[in-house]
Each structure stands twice: as C-alpha cells, then as structure tokens.
C-alpha cells in the first residue's frame, strides 16, 4: 500500500486573492478550516505515514499551525526559498522520500480517489506514473487527457481548445521514484508541462478514471462550493 506522499502546497492563489488576503492557498478557509487540513485528513483516513509539505509562500503559518503531524502521519516541510515551479518543488521534496512509489497531490484538489485501487492499478501495469482522472462535463477550463483502451496515456488536450465532457487531469498521481530519477529533470519546471507532457510516449504512463469527487478551488467560485461540499468531512 502507498506510505509517503507529496503535497505541493507552495503556491500563493493568485486568483482568490480578494478572499483569502495574505494566506497561501493551501490555507484558504474552508467551513473554518485550512483547506490543506482536508487533505491531510484523507491521507490519514488511508493509512499513509508521511507526508512532505512542499511549501513557499507564506510557509510559517502553514509550518506554525500543523507543525510536525496530523492524526497518525508525520509530516515534513521541503521548503522552496525560491518559485521552483510544480515540478521543482516536487523534485525537491522527492529527496524525502523512502519509497519506491510516491503519491503526489495538487495543494488546490480535493479527489477523493480510492488508493487501494490505484496502488494495485500500479501493480498490474507497472506503471512509471498513474494520473488520476476526473471525468468533467466542460473541460474547456482545464484541457483533457486522451488515453487509449488500456488506459496507457495517448496525449495531453491544452485547456481552452475543446468544449465539452470529457477526463481531466484531477491533481492526484502516483509516481516510481526511480523513474523520475532517472528523467534528470532540471530544478526549476513544471511538472505537468515538462514532465508529463513531455515524456508520455516513452514512459509507461496510465489515467487512472474516478467517478468520486473532485474539486479545484483555484477560482471564487469553486472556493465558494466547497464551502457546502466539504461540509461534515472533517470531526
């Protein structure tokens, strides 16, 4: 079972600005918690260990209110003194890692993804990485991922150029620490963009299709659902 994840929690929510002031996104408010606390609430719901917090802007309030656990899992900081980029601060906080496999999680989804199946999805294809995919009825505001009958990732769709339904890149992804290793990525890139996209073709790449909830609250009006949405998740 999956043991360590990554939660890339350094960015500053520069389009929730006019509601969350000076907090880092991960701190935005929800129902009268961080939103970050419902995501380590459903890493400890699965049984994880650790966790590392890839943190940057305004990292202080995020470091003085969790501090070093929550629940049963520990967590450490890998601190970003500069904008590293997705991937950067993933590479960064990647040197944290014990495991062969890690899970990784956008600061800014909440996915309720069953890891059971995605840690034996792994087992079966030996995957390089499993992108969790959400199936939206407008993908127009995130672009799509395209895969073919056995689920091995065929392309990557930018967002803007199609409308309709369609699978979305959820946030949420299992990645073979040797693999990424091996990449020799730079310190500063993004990981969707310079990684993924990049490399689909020669790695063994595969989506992983949920039907549980998701949610993004990179914009006002999603922030403002989760506000309902969440509500009783947390104790």
Known sequence: MIREAIILAGGQGSRLKGVIKLLPKVMAPVIERPFLE???????????QKVVLAV???????QQYFKDEYGSLKIEYSVETEPLGTGGAFKQALKKINSHYVLVLNGDTYFDVNLRRMYNDRSVKEAD???ALSHVDNIQ?????????????TGFIEKGVRSGTGYVNGGVYLIRKPYFEQLNMPDKFSLEKDCFEKHYTSSAMFGMTCSSYFLDIGIPEDYNKAQHDLEGILN
Not at 56 to 62: H, N, P, Q, W
């Open 56 to 62: 940057g802007y305004k990292r202080e309030i995020i």
């Open 141 to 153: 505001r995130y672009g799509c991922v395209e895969f073919d009958m056995k689920k091995r990732v």
């Open 129 to 131: 990485v499993i992108i």
């Open 38 to 48: 419902y995501q380590l609430s459903y890493l400890n719901s699965w049984g994880l």
